[in-house]
């Protein structure tokens, strides 16, 4: 299968997301690697993907699980080598799947080159300019520079002496101290990144995902500003640009430039943004003359109610045409609950206080959570704009709630006075087999450990079951195909708030039924899928989508 020149190939695509040491091991060492990946495009195929996204592959300590990158142009010898990315590209390509690369441009880790040159270099030098150093304040310097905090510290100042340096500077970090911050206002770090993106444009890569895209970018004028908590959305709005630590109207230029490097390919290379800003503060992100693409991450929050999931449609859908762009609908990635367990749950549950429980505080309706996920799912593919799944999504997995302490890999957990268990629930290795060394992952065990009952949604038990996650999945994916309309859609009212029914321009209709009771759409159309077994004569039961053609 050869790969189209289409220039918008992306605007409606179905992207697959690879967390590369949780999705196949190939040499028994318990991490997921590239041979793996490469040793499963069979499956990717499977699932009639148009791209996958992978999470960093980078030499990296995994303080972060990865977002901690010694070298940005290598692949973790512990995951396998550029030869073996090279393969994997040319294989993927071959099966007509395209490859998204994660750039991590906020900071890289304490291992990568510049960082050690610049713990043992002079304060003022050249090396240290390219990450945030400063005196801190105290008679002796011995209190932080500023009041900023950290996602994964209380601060986002670090003693260089915790790193070995030998002078009485801090740095800063907005993650773990294993993360610092690179100093985006010099020139350097602009043109190395440059030098990033078309490392990886010219070996092949299709498109990039850019971590944390709203930072980078900080107000460093002296003295610096106090910025005690992060801004909320609206905050950001507010201060329209000017924020201390995020948003800032610099970050923009950036995009620009890059912008331009990515015309250049054929065709050209696209990328979206992981901007954490509103719906309304991630156009500029998104638009044509930037990234191209925003993720619309309001999803991830949302309950599984009809009116919650409307207002975030339309509202994506009026900020993707402002771009002119299109949308990206998720439900899940590496840094969330699972949707099966999200959905199981009472609207009414805190889902951090729930995940700290170790999911005792409250009951799961784990089928409910499964069939009600299963549904969110078809409804997303059928809006106009991106898919996004997450690895394991496609087999209803759960999020893993025991993982046992002594376990967690999370820095949100182990640096953060371990309040918030963190996201490794969602990050377990995949289950390929029922039974076996760690369900088929590999030889070698897992790097997170997997609960008993992974065997029973493994890829082996699914594929043979025509009414599991995976086997709706599939089907519903390959239809995708054939059905994919002009980027647009309708509401029609169905009469009861928790049933949501569009259609797209060539006749294909959505249902989605969030409610408790039975809805009947009869005379809607002609079924052509659903995300669960239907009634009689039209009859749609609760947690359930159902996909129709009805003439025009
Ligand atoms: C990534 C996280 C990571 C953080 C720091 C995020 O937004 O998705 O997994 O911890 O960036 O790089």
Redesign the pocket.
């Known amino acids: 299968m050869s790969l189209s020149k289409d220039k918008n190939w992306w605007r409606q695509a179905v992207v697959y997301q690879i967390y590369p040491r949780s999705f196949k091991d190939s040499n028994g060492d318990g991490l997921g690697d590239i041979k793996g990946i490469t040793s499963k495009i069979d499956y990717l195929s499977s699932l009639s993907l148009d791209a996958v996204w992978l ?1 960093p592959f980078y030499p990296s300590a995994l303080v ?2 990865g ?2 990158v010694d070298d940005y142009r290598d692949v973790d010898p512990k995951l396998g080598s550029l030869a073996d990315f090279d393969e994997m590209l040319s294989k993927l390509h071959a099966a007509g799947i395209r490859i998204f690369v994660d750039i ?1 441009p ?2 890289s880790s304490n291992l990568h080159l510049w960082f050690k040159e610049a713990i043992a270099a002079e304060p003022g030098s050249a090396a240290r300019n390219r990450y945030i150093f400063r005196d801190g304040k105290g008679a002796s310097g011995e209190l932080p520079p500023t009041d900023w905090p950290s ?2 510290a209380p601060s986002a100042w670090t003693h260089e002496s915790k790193m070995g340096g030998k002078h009485n500077q801090w740095y800063c970090h907005l ?1 773990a101290p294993e ?1 610092p911050d690179w100093n985006w206002d010099n020139r350097e770090i602009e043109e190395d990144f440059l030098k990033t993106l078309k490392f990886w444009a010219d070996r092949g890569v299709d498109g990039f995902r850019i ?2 895209a709203h930072a980078m970018k900080k107000d460093l004028s002296e003295p610096l500003q106090s910025q005690p908590r992060y801004a909320s959305h609206k905050e950001l709005e507010l201060a329209n640009g000017t924020n201390v630590l995020f948003d800032r109207n610099e970050v923009h230029e950036v995009y620009k430039e890059w912008r331009k490097l990515f015309e250049q390919y054929d065709p050209p290379r696209v990328a979206v943004a ?1 901007a ?1 800003v509103s719906a309304e503060g991630a156009v500029k992100y998104a638009s044509t003359a930037e990234l191209g693409q925003c993720f619309n991450f309001e999803l991830l929050d949302a309950n599984f109610i009809a009116n919650e999931f409307k207002l975030i449609i339309d509202r994506a859908l009026v900020n993707a045409k402002k771009a002119g762009s299109s949308t990206t609908w998720c439900l899940n ?3 969330q609950m699972r949707p099966a367990t999200k959905f199981g749950l009472l609207p009414t549950v805190d889902r951090v206080n729930w995940r700290n429980s170790n999911g005792t505080s409250s009951p799961l309706d784990e089928k409910l959570g499964t069939q009600s996920a299963v549904a969110g799912s078809m409804l997303i593919m059928a809006l106009p704009g991106c898919t996004y799944i997450y690895q394991g999504e496609e087999l209803g997995l759960h999020e893993v709630m025991d993982i046992p302490e002594s376990e967690i890999q999370d ?2 957990y182990l640096r953060n006075h371990k309040i918030d268990k963190g ?1 490794d629930g969602c990050r377990v290795p995949l289950p390929w087999t029922k039974t076996g060394s760690s369900f088929g992952f590999g030889d070698g065990g897992s790097h997170l450990p997997q609960p008993k009952h992974f065997g029973d949604y493994s890829i082996e038990v699914e594929s043979a079951d025509p009414s599991s996650p995976l086997s709706i999945f599939r089907k519903a994916l390959a239809l995708r195909k054939t059905l994919i309309a002009p980027e647009d859609m309708t509401w029609h009212e169905t009469g009861d708030a928790q049933v949501l029914h569009f259609s797209r321009p060539n006749g294909w209709n959505c249902i989605t039924n969030f409610g408790r009771n039975h809805y009947n759409f009869d005379g809607a159309g002609e079924v052509i899928h659903s995300s669960g077994p239907l009634g009689k004569a039209g009859d749609l039961p609760p947690a359930t989508t159902v996909w129709l053609r009805s003439s025009l």
């Open positions: 999470s972060d699980g977002y901690d991590v906020n900071h996602h994964f993650f993360q971590d944390v992981e954490n990635n590496h840094d820095p949100q996201r």
